[in-house]
């Protein structure tokens, strides 16, 4: 099913007898039984105010139509959300739904935040079939804070996200990307915490334990961004050997991508860490191939198909399931299992909003 409006949703929705599997643009793999219900159809652009860095737009909208109309005023989604296709072997085009849905966040997020941050409002259909609207559509009208934030991340187990509103930002003048070449795995998180720590405002914090590479990525007035740079050469120094690129777009797509991984064999892993425990835990994952973000607190772990790399996670932290067969997906779960008392306020909060258990049932455990 694609209905063509929010009514065409809300109607497909009531008058569901069984099953629905919650779609964007497809691109993220995440299949539940159940008849697809896209929102695809419910696309275009509500409200754009430049001048008040506000966008209000309805869910099915592809992310590259958004990213087209904001570079048009020289701004852009903070978030960096990333295009999942090529990890995946997916087609289709990411939806704002979808990114918004899944809580989609960049390498930007260690210094813009998440893209729950960006979100002033949403309009959903409920489980009932019941369209509900929270937040508001500007910066300065925002109310209901936590129920918006409480949509984004749900995956659509509590309702179908049918508009939302964002906060976006200017563009970015110029950016310079400071490159440590040689480092191991110990010596990328201590200067990946030493560049995070400057006072030169790091918007980006990776490391490829392939090429021995940590990148660390600076933004902002030209001016601004060349002598930032090089007072981090100054200081990263001492770690290995540092220099500048200027024009590095493409390496934090694929850092965003996770371009390594591409068209390789293996399950792929995301696991959330605090960036201090990352050289602990490393050794134990027994990984194939690692890509570090966020200074450490995301790490990318490429592992033989079918192992359950949850078991060898020894510190806090997270670990979703992002590429594998759907038989090791359905054994092993796509997200992390909730601890008890916290996977009892979600059961309680999907019987609120899904009192039939209709909306991509099973996803969330």
Known sequence: MTP???????????GASGPLCIQGGGTRGLAVDGEVLSTRGVSGVELYEPGALTLVVRAGTPVAEVEALLAKENQRLAVEPMDHRGLLGTDGAPTIGGVIAANVSGPRRIQAGAARDHLLGVRFVDGAGQV??????VMKNVTGYDLVKLMCGAHGTLGVLTEVALKVLPRAEAAATVTLTGLDQPGAVRAMSAALGSPYDVTGAAYDAETYQAHIRVEGFRDSAAYRSAELVKLLSPFAMAEVQEDAESLWRGIRDVAAFQGRDGDVWRI???????????????AEALQFDWGGGLIWALVPAGTELRNRINVPGHATLVRAAQETRARLGVFQPQPGPLAAVSDGLRRQFDPRGILNPGLMG
Do not use: F, W, Y
């Open 4 to 14: 063509g409006s929010e009514a065409e949703l809300a109607e497909a929705i009531a």
């Open 132 to 137: 509900v609207k929270n937040g508001g559509r």
């Open 272 to 286: 959330s860490v605090k960036p201090t425990d990352a050289v602990e835990l490393v050794p134990h994952l027994e």
